[in-house]
Nanobody
Framework: QVQLVESGGGLVQAGGSLRLSCAAS????????MGWYRQAPGKQRELVAT???????NYADSVKGRFIISRDNAKNTVYLQMNSLKPVDTAVYYC????????????????WGQGTQVTVSS
């Protein structure tokens, strides 16, 4: 079983910054892609950013140039540095991890964190 625990959400004024963290723990062989998604009230969950174990990143157009995703493979932790925050960034942010649970037999699964609220006031 794999657990993802997020932290770092909160209330911030427009133009401010927040840093989210997500630590993975449990029994697994390797974590492949880690990412952040968000869900605003009344809207579907959407991709924010992803990062591979090798450091390749992908961002939603709406956050490019403002958010930075990074990870510490040794700590099984992914971060999201959010700068120049806007009220439209208000949402619950969820961590996601694609995990190789066992190699033999090969078993993979995706896990989600419980979510952390980010609120940006105007």
């Amino acid at each position: 079983q794999v657990q993802l625990v997020e932290s770092g959400g909160g209330l911030v004024q427009a133009g401010g910054s927040l840093r989210l963290s997500c630590a993975a723990s449990g029994s697994f062989f390797r974590i492949n892609v880690m990412g952040w998604y968000r869900q605003a009230p009344g809207k579907q969950r959407e991709l924010v950013a992803t990062i591979t174990s090798g450091g390749d990143t992908n961002y939603a157009d709406s956050v490019k140039g403002r958010f930075i995703i990074s990870r510490d493979n040794a700590k099984n932790t992914v971060y999201l540095q959010m700068n120049s925050l806007k009220p439209v960034d208000t949402a619950v942010y969820y961590c996601n991890a694609g995990v190789v649970v066992t190699m033999i037999p090969l078993r993979t699964s995706a896990y989600w964190g419980q979510g952390t609220q980010v609120t940006v006031s105007s």
